[in-house]
């Protein structure tokens, strides 16, 4: 029997399996609210009837209902969601502040109910027994008391003062669906789901009050004429929409106050000083509303919608004066023609108070009113709201739609980049493994910044990759025919496929499959060719390899003399022959010339017919500048830069340094040559030629948050290498400890002596493995550091290990350990703090260039440094005192002064004198105090005076500035150390006499 059955099913086309099997059907509810405000205290009291159809093949027991304003508040899921990813809003707000919606005296079939809350503590779900179960097709009454509150916290509802965005404000019935009750907390990853209904809506508010709302007002007074700022446009209602609920209604017409009623509606008298407006709604699954006595009015119309615009008030120049009228029927206007009528009578936009935007059946809430964001709020009436997708199962379904068709729209008015910006920004997270697939239950994602990126971002990349595959013409009949197929019903990402492959004609369930529920990388590169004469042209044949697991549709192109065709092949497997005519000569066989896969790695995609470089990665030189350094997608950016230092021993140097990458993150090569001219009639003069050269992060080992380097020099009287490996560790992109270890092998060898500082330097070899663990992260409002390097090394001379020097070791171990925190004391005052211990050791002494520092980094980390690493150059002379910060940190002292082991603390407080974020060359200015001690522990220290290391401490005052040049931010700093415990050591030799004198220094780095 089952094997006959799965014969049946396996010959059965899959459209008709995919409906035969699940006939679509969803439940029915009709809502009748009566709902008062009371002012001041902002409370909103109603009562509820709901009329509830069953259409499930289901016998329901159970009956549920959203609390969404029990989200607002302290202690819900949404709350501690918030504490835990490190934003505080509403764990800490107190009464009257949080939001509420309670329920009371609830009734079904007649009978009271006890409320349940299956997710307790958090109560944004409510739960009941059915007092008798409600078979197939039946229906049942559902009756219930509530008040509810707004938060003074806005988050997509809120008040302040007088305006309340009562977003979800109401009990509210959750979907029953195939899945059974989609009884789902809200929290901030995730949003709605709502069974289609009618509602009528009562409402008593302050007579002063403007409302805007879901549906039209069929009775009463909204508030819009005489809030109209275009008098001659007159307010229209849109009551003509509903033609049936003119016999439901009583009382004069909308616009006019009277004494409004619905037929068998609660009907209590209203207050003095009130107002009743009754609204009607057909065919929606949210009613959202809002009010602001200062709202102004303006209208607009596309095609049969209404648009209503209300604003506040200083919104005359943005919003006012017809601009948001016009922009959203613009987005109206776009959309009908992408998607088809719009469904509703009306659109009401308007300014809420929470910033960005939300999205509900008929209104959209902005806060503000760009082209951009009314046309992806506005959006969501077509996708969320229209095509009702479920908000917490498939996001993508709404975010990524609206992102897609507003990235779409910007394209049309002739926006640039739309596509290759965000292609680049879901790269970087693919690239680091942060991605998850697409199609996830929302709140199963790492976190809020994790669930937005990949709904929204890689949503909207998802459907332009859809867009490349099928062409524009197709994805825009695909988006047609799903608005015609499922408008007002629940949609989800399988209805949305089984359109797209009908319409296709198309079997695209690999590309759904692998870009909604899994997280492939691409990468085809081009793999053997041959060309040949035929006929009047030539033929090429491309092999297309691919490399990722990543399956798309490829393009292969083949730029001939004078002509370039293209073919596309479906990109499967893992090699695949490609022909390609041309009527010229080929030249370049290109792979994706559009840039539309999203493969990572374009280095591949280039072969050439030439002699040699057929498989050079495609490349482009730039005059670099040092501040910015060029990426790009699709290719190798090399920059070019002259260079020229000075030194003692070879004079000024000349040199030509090349750097490259690739997407900002591979192939970070470096090669700078360098000859020096000699300082003809020192005794130092060296000319000589000099290379440094790195292999960095080669595309060929991309690991995520990996990075790997080789290098090897000769510079300066030195010559050597260095192999390292990193690797960060973070287990969310946005917050959290972020780990670092590594590992480094690095050798400095020494032929030439005469560069080197003989207080820096002794002539001997290094070779030395360190291993570094490092770590950074929040703790309430500190931010910490620490660090940790551990190693050792061997030194040797020129004949071998056996002959170092007396009193040298030839092993010696080598240790740091360093915590940094800062912190925030008032709005302009900082607080930062330093411990540090350093020991460099054998039995007894290390070389002087691996000894622990005063108030330096040592001559390791200087290696790189053309204006520091050798005697007299420019920031190491006397008359400029640099400081380049590390070791102990006593940067008052001589940088050349160092001792076996040291220990220090550091602290400055700091304060803002002026911020100027927008500014380049000086977006902030502060001046500090500083203070910083350090003890030498053990044997013989070694500095310039020939005096011991023991406790040393220097105090003072500084000034800061900090600086953007292209990339490239940095500091200057100035400091002016005017107390230095141990004189001699002052790093200023005008100042070695006393311990108060005027002394100073600068550098480009903080101090730590
Ligand atoms: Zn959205």
Redo the contacts with the bound molecule.
């Keep these: 029997m089952l094997t006959l059955l799965a014969l049946v099913l396996a010959t059965a086309p899959h459209d008709t399996l995919r409906r035969g099997l699940a006939p679509y059907w969803q439940q029915r509810v009709a809502y009748d609210i009566a709902a008062r405000l009371e002012e001041p205290l902002g409370v909103l009291r109603g009562s509820e009837r709901i009329e509830y159809v069953n259409n499930s093949p289901d016998t329901l027991r159970s009956f549920s209902l959203h609390l969404h304003l029990n989200a607002f508040r302290p202690g819900s899921r949404w709350s501690d969601s918030d504490s835990t990813e490190g934003r505080r809003r509403f764990n800490d707000l107190k009464d009257p502040d949080y939001a509420y919606n309670h329920v009371s005296n609830v009734r079904i079939m007649g009978q009271p109910v006890t409320a349940i809350y299956p997710l307790a503590p958090d109560s944004t779900i409510v739960r009941f027994q059915l007092p008798t179960p409600l078979a197939p097709g039946d229906s049942m009454v559902v009756e219930t008391d509530w008040d509810a509150r707004v938060s003074t916290v806005a988050r997509r509802q809120g008040r302040k003062g007088r305006h309340y965005d009562f977003a979800q404000w109401y009990p509210k019935v959750v979907v029953y669906d195939r899945y059974g009750w989609e009884e789902h907390a809200l929290v901030p990853a995730g949003e709605f789901y709502g069974e289609f209904g009618n509602f009528r809506v009562q409402l008593d508010v302050p007579k002063d009050q403007v409302l805007g709302a879901t549906g039209v007002p069929v009775c009463g007074d909204p508030g819009w004429a005489a809030a109209n700022q275009t008098p001659s446009r007159p307010v229209q209602y849109g009551v003509e929409a509903y033609p049936s609920i003119r016999d439901q209604v009583s009382g004069p017409a909308a616009g006019e106050n009277g004494a409004c009623a619905f037929t068998n509606f609660p009907n209590p008298a209203i207050p003095v000083g009130y107002k009743r407006v009754l609204w009607y709604a057909e065919s929606v699954h949210h009613f959202a509303l809002s009010m602001n006595p200062e709202y102004r009015y303006e209208g607009g119309a596309y095609k049969n919608t209404l648009v209503h615009v209300l604003y506040r008030p200083g919104d005359e120049k943005t919003w006012g004066d017809g601009i948001a009228v016009k922009r959203t029927e613009t987005a109206l206007q776009w959309l009908d023609q992408l998607y088809g009528p719009f469904a509703w009578p009306q659109l009401t936009n308007l300014h809420r108070i929470d910033g960005g935007?939300t999205?509900f059946p008929m209104v959209i809430m902005n806060g503000s009113a760009s082209q951009g964001l009314i046309v992806?709020?506005l959006g969501?009436n077509y996708t969320m709201g229209i095509l009702a997708n479920n908000e917490w199962r498939e996001g993508w379904l709404?975010?990524g739609f609206?992102?897609f068709q507003t990235t779409w729209f910007g394209e049309t008015t002739g926006q640039k980049g739309g596509y290759e910006d965000n292609e680049a920004g879901v790269l970087d997270l693919d690239l680091g493994g942060w991605s998850e697939p697409v199609s996830l239950v929302s709140d199963k994602y790492s976190d809020f910044v994790i669930y937005n990126q990949m709904i929204?971002s890689k949503g909207e990349l998802f459907l332009e990759q859809l867009r490349y595959v099928v062409g524009d013409s197709v994805m825009h009949e695909i988006l047609q025919t799903y608005y015609q197929r499922w408008q007002l019903k629940h949609v989800d990402g399988a209805a949305f496929q089984a359109v797209a492959e009908d319409v296709s004609q198309m079997d695209l369930s690999t590309l759904f499959g692998q870009w909604l529920h899994g997280t492939p990388m691409f990468d085809y590169a081009v793999g053997r060719v041959r060309r040949q004469r035929q006929g009047d042209g030539w033929v090429t044949h491309v092999e297309v390899v691919r490399k990722g697991d990543g399956m798309i549709p490829v393009d292969v192109a083949v730029i001939g003399e004078t002509d370039t065709a293209v073919v596309r092949t479906d990109g499967m497997a893992p090699r695949a022959w490609v022909t390609v005519p041309t009527r010229s000569e080929p030249r370049v066989v290109l792979i994706d010339p559009s840039v539309r896969t999203h493969d990572w790695n374009m280095l591949n995609n280039r072969y050439r017919f030439v002699l040699i470089g057929k498989r050079a990665p495609p490349s482009a030189n730039y005059l670099d500048t040092w501040f910015t350094e060029k990426e790009s997608r699709d290719r190798l950016e090399r920059g070019l830069m002259p260079t020229i230092w000075y030194n003692t021993a070879g004079g000024i140097t000349v040199g030509f340094r090349a750097r490259e990458n690739y997407l900002g993150m591979f192939e970070q090569n470096q090669l700078l040559m360098s000859y020096s001219l000699g300082a003809p009639g020192d005794d130092a003069n060296v000319q000589e030629l000099d290379f440094f050269a790195r292999v960095k992060n080669p595309v060929w080992l991309r690991s995520p948050n990996q990075s790997e380097r080789l290098e090897a020099f000769r510079t300066e009287g030195r010559w050597g290498g260095l192999l390292g490996w990193e690797r960060t560790q973070q287990e969310h992109l946005t917050f959290g400890p972020k780990w670092t270890q590594g590992a480094s092998l690095r050798m400095v060898n020494i032929d030439n002596t005469a560069f080197l500082d003989p207080q820096q330097y002794i002539d001997v070899g290094i070779a030395e493995l360190m291993t570094t663990l490092g770590v950074k992260t929040r703790s309430g409002k500190w931010q910490l550091g620490g660090r940790l390097n551990l190693g050792g090394g061997l030194v040797f001379d020129r004949d071998g290990l056996a002959s170092v020097q007396p009193n040298l070791d030839q092993f010696y171990f080598r240790g740091e350990i360093e915590g940094t925190a800062r912190r925030q004391l008032a709005k302009k005052l900082t607080f930062a703090g330093r411990l540090y211990g350093g020991v460099a050791a054998g039995a007894h002494t290390a070389a002087k260039q691996r000894q622990i520092y005063l108030g330096s980094s040592d001559p390791f980390e200087q290696l790189y440094n053309p204006f520091l690493r050798s005697e007299g150059a420019l920031l190491v002379i006397d008359d400029v005192p640099y400081q380049a910060p590390g070791g102990g940190g006593v940067r008052a002292a001589d940088f050349r002064i160092s001792g076996p082991a040291i220990i220090a603390a550091n602290v400055e407080l700091e304060r803002t004198m002026l911020l100027r974020q927008k500014s380049k060359l000086f977006s902030r200015v502060s001046v500090a105090a500083f203070g910083d001690a350090a003890q030498g522990i053990g044997g013989p220290a070694q500095p310039t005076t020939g005096a011991a290391l023991g406790f040393v401490a220097d105090a003072g005052l500084g000034v800061r500035a900090s600086h953007r040049i292209g990339k490239t931010s940095f500091l200057t700093r100035f400091d002016f150390p005017i107390y230095l415990s141990e004189p001699e050591f002052s790093r200023n030799d005008f100042a070695r006499n006393q311990a108060f004198d005027f002394r100073w220094l600068f550098s480009v780095q903080a101090a730590f």
């Design positions: 935007g999205e992806h709020e969501h709404d975010e609206t992102s929204y």
